[in-house]
Nanobody
Framework: QVHLVESGGGLVQTGGSLRLSCAAS????????VGWFRQAPGKEQEFVGG????????YYEDSVKGRFAISRDKAENMVHLQMNGLKPEDTAVYYC????????????????WGQGTQVTVSS
């Protein structure tokens, strides 16, 4: 099973940008979908977006469309989440996750998870 580690979180002001990375080791992401999820305090975990590793096709939750962009680097076995125009409501712990057979918006469909990285957007 692939092991995932997120990095790149931090504190940023409203309107700022952050780039999160998800590094995969111990296996290949070929044929996988990699999703990004987030969980704010007191709220359920929600789907942010995802990328099909083989095709590079991306998917986004409506509230982040046009602000967030997901990409993958096959050579480095990494997935990135570029977040622009950050808002206080984007504050959450962000997780990357992997599953076979493509991207799903349902977190229960993923079997490999990173430990999460905190993103805090100040107003």
């Amino acid at each position: 099973q692939v092991h995932l580690v997120e990095s790149g979180g931090g504190l940023v002001q409203t309107g700022g940008s952050l780039r999160l990375s998800c590094a995969a080791s111990g296996g290949t992401l070929d044929g996988n979908g990699v999703g990004w999820f987030r969980q704010a305090p007191g709220k359920e975990q929600e789907f942010v977006g995802g990328i099909a590793w083989d095709s590079g096709k991306t998917y986004y939750e409506d509230s982040v469309k046009g602000r967030f962009a997901i990409s993958r680097d096959k050579a480095e076995n990494m997935v990135h989440l570029q977040m622009n125009g950050l808002k206080p409501e984007d504050t959450a712990v962000y997780y990357c996750a992997a599953r076979a057979f493509g991207v799903s918006r349902n977190n229960a469909h993923y079997n490999a998870w990173g430990q999460g990285t905190q993103v805090t957007v100040s107003s």
